[in-house]
Nanobody, 124 residues
Framework: QVQLVESGGGLVQAGGFLRLSCAAS????????MGWFRQAPGKEREFVTAISWSGSTTYYADSVKGRFTIARDNAKNTVYLQMNSLKPEDTAVYYCAAGAAGALTRISTTYNYWGQGTRVTVSS
């Protein structure tokens, strides 16, 4: 079992930045691929970015490529999401997720554990 707690969300103006953190506790964090997903009001949850257990592989959604950066610190059991040049369309609840099996994916159903989410609001 892995418990995930996100933090760092808030209200920011367009063009601004935020850094989300996801702290993990429970079973060994370093064996898990980690992902960030988001869900905007009235929309389906969507993939944002993911990082492999070693940190050697990362994936990004096209909508955030070049603006968002995922990183992890296995010594601190934490994964980060640096979000720059934020846009109003980035407004959503952001969820951290952990998955252990197989290759790194963008598919939410391959992630076994989820945090409670942190809200990001970008004003225009």
């Amino acid at each position: 079992q892995v418990q995930l707690v996100e933090s760092g969300g808030g209200l920011v103006q367009a063009g601004g930045f935020l850094r989300l953190s996801c702290a993990a506790s429970g079973r060994s964090f370093s064996v898990y691929h980690m992902g960030w997903f988001r869900q905007a009001p009235g929309k389906e949850r969507e993939f944002v970015t993911a990082i492999s257990w070693s940190g050697s592989t990362t994936y990004y959604a096209d909508s955030v490529k070049g603006r968002f950066t995922i990183a992890r610190d296995n010594a601190k059991n934490t994964v980060y999401l640096q979000m720059n040049s934020l846009k109003p369309e980035d407004t959503a609840v952001y969820y951290c997720a952990a998955g252990a099996a197989g290759a790194l994916t963008r598919i939410s159903t391959t992630y076994n554990y989820w945090g409670q989410g942190t809200r990001v609001t970008v004003s225009s």
